[in-house]
């Protein structure tokens, strides 16, 4: 069996309420893959049963979807990010990481965040890292209360950090998990390592729960959090790579490697039935 099903479509949306933290199902048809398998989570360690595909982009067009994302447009750390670096190529997200001038940095990258607001469920993504040193690649989700389309933005009840991969060591990633309210407080930094993160694709997951944040890799659960003292609200989906010299631990880009690319094959949000 493909442990990688694709859908039928790029695009199978369903009604999400924003800021309302309710699912309001749009049909009762199943999503299914080509074969007529219905697409599950990726098969994990704990038992995810009950969920169902509700959003997801398979990446299938020839361009980003504007209807659906915004493009990452700040600039932070050593990079400035440019819609210009993002492009949809052979049925994946290509984010382009370069050599070049803008804004008062001298690397670019890229990066887009859902238009939608997403709730409790389980969030999925099949990611291929840069090989090129110096840079940032991540997979995560945020509630923000001032979100400026692509500008990044402060405030909101928690960060999910699924996957932050800094490119000086491809055989490991961190996941992390901020929560700011009723305190601002870090529930956990944690380094996994991995086989090599740069030459194949890999699944990264996150179950988003009133009580518990959990964390996946291909299948493994590698984090649970706590988070039935905190308030949660709703999420955004950013998928990233920039530029960063995070004191020094990652170093500059090296400019002979460049420009290189980070490789999304699709993102997928579930939710119970």
């Not at 599950?40 to 969920?51: A, D, I, R, S």
């Not at 090129?132 to 400026?148: I, L, N, P, Q, V």
């Not at 529930?187 to 996946?216: K, M, Q, S």
Request: aromatic fraction near 14%; proline fraction near 5%.
């Amino acid at each position: 069996m493909n442990p990688y099903p694709r859908l039928v479509s790029s695009k199978h949306i369903f009604g999400l309420a924003h800021g309302a933290f309710a699912l309001l199902v749009a049909t009762t048809t199943s999503v299914a893959a080509p074969t007529g398998a219905i697409i599950k989570p990726f098969q994990t360690t704990v038992n995810l049963e009950g969920y169902r595909l509700v959003w997801s982009d398979e990446f299938d067009g020839r361009t980003l979807n504007t209807t659906e994302w915004h493009y990452r447009t700040d600039s932070k750390m050593n990079s400035t990010q440019l819609p210009g670096n993002v492009s949809v190529v052979d049925g994946k997200l290509r984010l382009a990481l370069k050599k070049e001038k803008a804004g008062d940095k001298n690397y670019t990258g890229g990066g887009v965040i859902s238009k939608r607001h997403f709730a409790y469920g389980y969030y999925e993504a099949r990611i291929k890292m840069p090989a090129s040193r110096g840079w940032h690649t991540s997979f995560w989700m945020a509630g923000f209360d001032d979100m400026k389309p692509g500008q990044g933005a402060s405030g909101g009840k928690h960060e999910l950090d699924v996957c932050e991969q800094d490119s000086f060591e491809a055989t490991s990633y961190t996941h992390n998990l901020h929560m700011r309210k009723p305190v601002g407080k870090s529930l956990g930094w944690t380094r996994i390592r991995t086989p090599n993160l740069t030459t194949d694709f890999h699944v990264w997951g996150c179950e988003f729960t009133p009580e518990a944040v959990r964390y996946f890799f291909d299948g493994q659960l590698v984090g649970t959090y706590d988070i039935t003292p905190y308030e949660k609200g709703d999420v955004q989906i950013w998928l990233t790579s920039i530029a960063a010299n995070l004191g020094n631990k990652t170093g500059d880009p090296v400019d002979r490697e460049l420009p290189d690319y980070a490789w999304f094959d699709y993102v997928r949000f579930f939710a119970r039935k």
